[in-house]
């Protein structure tokens, strides 16, 4: 069993190995830096990965051919760290090649189920501001996949915390009230599905679709492929409580980060690109300015930050792991 460790007693448990990860964003290569965290330790990966060699020029990219084969071990990597009841979102697109879509997010789906990943989900962001364009053999683009994968059937799931109000549906539906309204009427199709519309009369909020309908936003003129903080943000209260630990192993200009300390969870984030991570952290402090804890903690982890690589490098051995024991006296003065 892995050692156990609570900070206070409002937080929920999580394990010591994680410690020294919390609220950082790690410079480094997923591939690798995935290799230091402690199995079962993540409640909630949220991320949203190069769509392979899309914007090859900004910060590389796979072509789309080889995209399974490179995603995998990163995915299997992920399965390891996720809790049992954790839920994986993937955002991800198939781009054009030679005029068709490329099947590889289908191919990697498949491959992924091979791995042992219950494909639980897929939503649908529609990005409301797509700009206009005109292509001779398709529309433009104004939808994203965000595939929900999870390690089992039952999963850590808190519906309420998403709900929306009823609006104006609610009055105009409510008021033309049919006989098959108030009893429960099954579906002609067959389905099995059955609802009673009378049940919402005294509702003000109902569950929300599997459509998200998003603005995009560009944070920064420096990060061409950001996704709007309402995104990790709606998933990250769907999937996690307070004080949870969610993970961007792609983590870009910080979204996610910026999304966990607006909802009071812990990130943990992986970016290969230095400037980066630079940018992540000052995004991270602008968005704090009046509130002095926070301001303190990203300081501090900026700090840290500074020094990760050569720490991991210190107590790492040849094959990535950590003397824990060692990482333990260094920390207690011993060493
Ligand atoms: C689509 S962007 C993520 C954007 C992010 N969601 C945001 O809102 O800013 C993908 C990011 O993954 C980074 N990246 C690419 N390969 C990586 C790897 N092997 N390990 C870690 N980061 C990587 C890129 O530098 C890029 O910033």
């Not at 649908?124 to 206009?132: E, G, M, S």
């Not at 364009?133 to 683009?141: A, E, H, L, T, V």
């Not at 009046?290 to 301001?295: D, G, H, I, L, Y």
Request: glycine letters at 6%.
């Amino acid at each position: 069993m892995p050692l156990r460790y609570t900070s206070c007693s409002m937080q929920p448990a999580y394990h010591a190995q994680l410690a020294p990860f919390l609220n950082r964003i790690l410079l480094g290569d997923c591939r690798e830096v995935l290799k230091q965290l402690p199995d079962e330790s993540i409640d909630l990966i949220i991320t949203s990965p190069p769509y392979a060699d899309q914007r090859k020029e900004v910060y590389g990219g796979i072509h789309p051919d080889h995209y399974v084969e490179w995603f995998l071990p990163i995915s299997a990597e992920l399965k390891r760290v996720l809790k049992p009841a954790g839920s994986f979102v993937l955002n991800i697109k198939e781009r054009v090649v030679n005029g068709e879509r490329h099947p590889y997010v289908l191919q990697l789906i498949m491959e992924m189920r091979r791995q042992g990943w219950r494909w639980t989900e897929e939503y649908i962001w529609h990005k409301k501001n797509c700009y206009p364009g005109k292509w001779p053999n398709r529309f433009r683009d104004a939808w994203e996949r965000l595939l929900h994968f999870t390690k089992q059937k039952q999963f850590k799931m808190f519906q309420e915390a998403v709900m929306v109000p009823m609006g104006e549906w609610k009055h105009e539906r409510l008021k033309k009230l049919g006989e098959n309204d108030l009893y429960r009427f099954n579906s002609r199709s067959g389905s099995g599905f059955g609802k009673r519309i009378a049940n919402w009369m005294e509702r003000e909020y109902a569950y929300p679709t599997n459509v998200l309908h998003m603005a995009t936003e560009c944070y920064n003129r420096y990060h061409a492929a950001t996704f709007p903080v309402e995104l990790p943000a709606w998933f990250i209260k769907l999937f996690t409580e307070q004080g949870d630990v969610v993970l961007d192993p792609f983590m870009g200009s910080g979204t996610t980060a910026v999304a966990c300390v607006r909802l009071d969870r812990r990130y943990i984030g992986i970016e290969i690109k230095e400037e980066y991570v630079h940018l992540a952290e000052e995004r991270l402090l602008k968005d704090y300015p009046e509130k002095e804890r926070e301001r303190y903690q990203q300081e501090w982890n900026k700090a840290v930050n500074r020094f990760s690589r050569d720490l991991l490098n210190e107590f790492a051995d040849e094959s990535g792991q950590l003397d824990w024991e060692r990482i333990v006296r260094f920390n207690s003065g011993r060493e």
